[in-house]
């Protein structure tokens, strides 16, 4: 069973920085291409990032582009989320989620970008 745990959010300013991780159980993460996507208030899921299994070929949202990076861990089987640049619209709940199958994601964790 996929088990997915994201942490690491909290309120910051805009401009400023968060790094969000997800702990992966139950299935073995190296196989597995990974996603983070969010959802904002009122809104649907955005997709943001995806890495590929072994981690070398990473892509972005648009919007996130240059600003944000994501990265993994096979042997601690942990994805993560740097966030730079924060603004406003940032604010979502994050999930992480296998590529192939978005409805896999844990909880989420809430970031917030607000002065």
């Known amino acids: 069973e996929v088990r997915l745990t994201e942490f690491g959010g909290g309120l910051v300013q805009p401009g400023g920085s968060l790094k969000l991780s997800c702990a992966a159980s139950g299935f073995t993460f190296s196989r597995y291409d990974m996603t983070w996507v969010r959802q904002a208030p009122g809104k649907g899921l955005e997709w943001v990032s995806t890495?590929?299994?072994?981690?070398?070929?990473?892509y972005y949202a648009g919007s996130v582009q240059g600003r944000f990076t994501i990265s993994r861990d096979n042997n601690k089987y942990m994805l993560y989320l740097q966030m730079n640049s924060l603004k406003t619209e940032d604010t979502a709940v994050y999930y992480c989620?296998?590529?192939?199958?978005?409805?896999?994601r844990g909880q989420g964790t809430q970031v917030t970008v607000s002065s």
């Open positions: 989620a296998t590529n192939s199958d978005y409805d896999s």
């Open positions: 890495i590929k299994s072994g981690g070398g070929t990473t």
